[in-house]
Nanobody, 125 residues
Framework: QVRLVESGGGLVQPGGSLRLSCAAS????????MGWFRQAPGKEHELVAV????????VYADSVKDRFTISRDNAKNTVYLQMNSLKPEDTAVYYC??????????????????WGQGTQATVSS
């Protein structure tokens, strides 16, 4: 099992940006598709974006398309989520997760076996 640690959350005003990072260790990072999920208070985990094991394919939730960008650096065992034009409704705990390296990618949280501890992103004026 790969171990995952997120960083980069914080408080930002509407319209601002945050860049989340997720560092992996203890496994072969390049075997996995990597996903970013988020969970707002009282809500279920929501898929934000997924990137294929090689980095060439991505999937985004409609709510974040054209605002968020997922990327990865397999040499650094790290996946990123660049979040621009942030809205109050983006406020959530953001989790990275490792999933099976297949395409089409799995999009349900139950299909992702390794999770980080989460990082809080708060969008508020």
């Amino acid at each position: 099992q790969v171990r995952l640690v997120e960083s980069g959350g914080g408080l930002v005003q509407p319209g601002g940006s945050l860049r989340l990072s997720c560092a992996a260790s203890g496994g072969t990072f390049s075997y996995y598709n990597m996903g970013w999920f988020r969970q707002a208070p009282g809500k279920e985990h929501e898929l934000v974006a997924v990137i294929s094991w090689g980095g060439g394919r991505t999937v985004y939730a409609d709510s974040v398309k054209d605002r968020f960008t997922i990327s990865r650096d397999n040499a650094k065992n790290t996946v990123y989520l660049q979040m621009n034009s942030l809205k109050p409704e983006d406020t959530a705990v953001y989790y990275c997760a490792a999933g099976p390296g297949m395409w089409p990618a799995k999009t349900a949280s139950k299909d992702y076996g390794s999770w980080g501890q989460g990082t809080q992103a708060t969008v508020s004026s």
